[in-house]
């Protein structure tokens, strides 16, 4: 996960902060906070996705989908 955090690092630096980065695959509570500070603006783990910031989602989150979000909100 190390090295998918620095590159969520470089694709904000190149792409700037207006561009959405969504990160899959590997995101748990921990994670998650790494992938926000890092510059991620959505992460998604099964068939759900959360954005900082914007919880209103169509769907009940699982509990580690609420914790991943608790860790993501600034």
Do not use: Y
């Not at 207006?18 to 998604?44: F, H, L, S, Y």
């Not at 900082?52 to 989150?61: D, I, N, R, T, Y």
């Amino acid at each position: 996960m190390a090295k998918k955090i620095e590159r969520i690092r470089r694709v904000r630096e190149m792409l700037g902060p207006d561009v959405a980065i969504e990160v899959d695959g590997g995101v748990n509570p921990k994670t998650g906070a790494q992938c926000a500070e890092a510059g991620a603006t959505w992460v998604g783990r099964g068939a759900a996705r959360v954005h900082p910031g914007s919880w209103s989602a169509p769907l009940e989150p699982t509990s580690s989908m609420t914790a991943i979000r608790r860790t993501m909100e600034p």
